[in-house]
């Protein structure tokens, strides 16, 4: 029987961050220019009434790496606001009404 897995949820890391409680004065040029040094982003999206914002990397190693930077090197801190990160679903960026500013890999049945 495992211990203590039952208060922490391990997520399984995608291509997609999901950034939460996030200013929301942030454009996407503020926040494209904030995530690009991790490695190209494929596609952002930010949904202001929500206060998050979904940013969808071309690998899965440059989100890692981003959510890594975010989490323990700056304390959550993304500008003045304090965030929480967490992997999304690719798939929530291609449902989504709002434009896409690159092309995804996603297929559709």
């Known amino acids: 029987m495992p211990s203590n897995t039952s208060s922490v949820t391990q997520q399984v890391p995608t291509r997609s961050l999901w950034i939460g409680n996030i200013d929301p004065s ?5 926040l494209m220019q904030f995530f690009s040094p991790f490695g190209p982003v ?10 998050c914002a979904f940013i969808n990397f071309t690998r899965v190693e440059d989100a890692m790496r981003a959510k890594e930077e975010i ?8 500008g003045n606001a304090t965030v929480r990160v967490g992997y999304g679903k690719a798939e929530l960026m291609v449902n989504s009404d709002a434009p ?8 559709c049945k």
């Open 71 to 78: 989490s323990e090197r700056r304390g959550g801190r993304i």
């Open 42 to 51: 494929e596609s952002l999206k930010v949904l202001p009434d929500k206060e």
């Open 26 to 30: 942030f454009t996407n040029s503020d």
């Open 100 to 107: 896409v500013l690159h092309p995804t890999r996603a297929l």
